[in-house]
């Protein structure tokens, strides 16, 4: 490669796709689990767990890996976390509704339930927290195509006028669906306030 090609590159914004995140920690082995047990992530490579900085990578597909947990000495809870600046959430996509709520069936059979569930119009989300307090949402493509939710979140008016959406009982959605209501449908009675939880979320859990 000659100084010409490297300086015509150097003018093009490239694309690169997000790879992984890292988290630091003071609990690694109870993060480990509840990633394995939230999101079927196993351990690919730890460093020594005796050291007192120690690493782990996890991955649940085809990557090498999608999640980095550092263990670091002397960190303590943050009980002033919601006014400082951070990473607010890591979010995490299902193929179908029906692995959504089938994970929603799963993890509440083990104690992992959400704080809030929500039909945003373009996704149904579902926020949890890890063991550190990290947000971790688990959520499905309403239309099944990035590009058609992408137009969504660009020119709908129910997006520009309410984004997070209308709350939602996955327990209802799970009744719904076990009686033949498509996705599709399950959507649209969302939003037409069917699958309203008896009590509302209190949204200052994710803040």
């Not at 980095?68 to 607010?88: G, K």
């Not at 069936?105 to 926020?127: E, H, M, N, S």
Request: proline share 7%; aromatic share 8%.
């Amino acid at each position: 490669m000659n100084s010409e090609t490297i300086s015509m590159n150097s003018e093009t914004i490239v694309h690169p796709k997000l790879h992984h995140l890292q988290l630091a920690t003071g609990a690694m082995e109870p993060m480990i689990d509840w990633y394995r047990k939230a999101l079927g992530m196993t351990v690919v490579r730890r460093t020594d767990a005796s050291k007192p900085l120690s690493v782990a990578w996890l991955s649940n597909d085809e990557a090498n890996y999608r999640l980095s947990l550092i263990q670091l000495p002397r960190l303590s809870a943050d009980p002033a976390r919601s006014r400082h600046p951070r990473l607010h959430h890591l979010a995490f996509q299902c193929r179908t509704l029906d692995d959504l709520l089938g994970t929603y069936a799963r993890l509440k059979r083990i104690g992992i339930v959400p704080a809030l569930c929500a039909d945003g119009g373009w996704q149904t989300a579902f926020y949890y927290e890890d063991p550190d307090g990290n947000g971790v949402e688990i959520n499905v493509d309403n239309y099944g195509d990035s590009r058609t939710s992408g137009e969504h979140i660009r020119h709908s008016p129910e997006f520009v006028k309410n984004p997070p959406g209308l709350f939602v009982d996955p327990e209802k959605m799970i009744v719904a669906r076990a009686v033949g209501a498509s996705p599709w449908e399950l959507h649209k009675r969302a939003w037409a306030g069917e699958f309203n939880p008896s009590k509302s979320y209190d949204v200052r859990v994710l803040f």
